[in-house]
């Protein structure tokens, strides 16, 4: 298949392109800085500014999967006016204008949503059914209106997926910064350690990626997490053994949201998520479906 992938040279991206180049496809990527994106992943990529350029026709010419990636990392950089708008604007815009310049040849387009999504708090557990209510935090603001804009494609005949990821582990991400807290003998419980971590391995998020792009069948949101989520306290110890490190000192709320801000909330809050789509309808095989050993498969042959 022809495939055109945009936030390719991010945590995900960057395997996923790995991935789909093994299994013989035909990849272009846009990206803001194509040499290096180009380099990095040894495909043709192309020069894309989102928010000042449309999407260049020769990325689209007989384009069959279009996978948006597209997205400023919410984990870097506190939450200012400013870096929200980018936040926002960097999924918003960016799939508007791919979904526009959709062209005939066209027949799905994959794309980024997460499980902030979801209320975010307690435990009481959530599945695709959730209607999403009027009045919504900024997360769920991002998520909804980026599923919205995604979904316009189907008025196009155009098969459409959301991935509501949840947090991916592999390095890189959310691990990448904890390691150096863990290997300190530092890390442990966020707050009470009771929160819901709705976690997926990187290598299963990849898969869902793939089977979504090529499988006829996945279409609307699909809740992208492992069926056995773990709460924070067990996160804390599970990451602590396979480094060889104590994980029981708690690290107090407020010190995340001062080195954080608002980010911190993705730390703090409660997501009890479930992969039902996943299970149910699509049949998929988790590679890792229980965290000490998607822990142990990252850190115990490194």
Request: glycine content about 8%; overall charge neutral; proline content about 5%.
């Amino acid at each position: 298949m022809n495939i055109l992938i945009t936030g390719a040279t991010g945590f995900i991206g960057q395997h996923l392109v790995q991935r789909l180049q093994q299994d013989q496809h035909t990849i272009t990527v846009l990206s803001r800085n194509s040499s290096k994106a180009s380099e990095l992943l040894n495909v043709p990529a192309l020069e894309w500014d989102y928010a000042t350029q449309d999407v260049p026709a020769e990325a689209l010419h007989d384009c069959q999967i279009i996978i948006n990636l597209m997205g400023e990392n919410l984990g870097e950089g506190r939450w200012t006016k400013a870096r929200k708008h980018e936040i926002y604007a960097s999924r918003i815009l960016s799939t508007r204008k791919l979904v526009a310049a959709a062209p005939d040849s066209l027949q799905a387009f994959v794309c980024g949503s997460a499980i902030g999504i979801y209320p975010g708090t307690g435990d009481d557990l959530y599945d695709e059914s959730y209607a999403v209510p009027e009045q919504l935090s900024f997360m769920q603001t991002i998520c909804h209106d980026w599923e919205q804009e995604a979904a316009r494609i189907e008025s196009k005949g155009v098969r459409r997926v959301s991935i509501r990821t949840g947090v991916v582990l592999g390095h890189g991400g959310m691990l990448k910064k904890l390691l150096p807290v863990f290997k300190l003998g530092l890390g442990g419980p966020v707050g009470n350690g009771q929160q819901w971590l709705p976690w997926i391995h990187l290598e299963d998020i990849v898969s869902v990626y793939c089977n979504a792009a090529l499988d006829t069948r996945y279409r609307g949101p699909v809740n992208a997490v492992s069926p056995h989520p773990a709460r924070y306290r067990e996160f804390a110890t599970a990451f602590g053994n396979v480094l060889h490190r104590p994980a029981f000192f708690p690290t107090p709320a407020f010190i995340l949201k001062l080195a954080l801000g608002e980010a911190a909330a993705l730390a703090l809050n409660s997501y009890h998520i479930a992969p039902k789509r996943l299970l149910e309808e699509y049949g998929f095989q988790f590679k890792f479906d229980y965290l000490p050993a998607a822990l142990a498969d990252l850190f115990n042959h490194h």
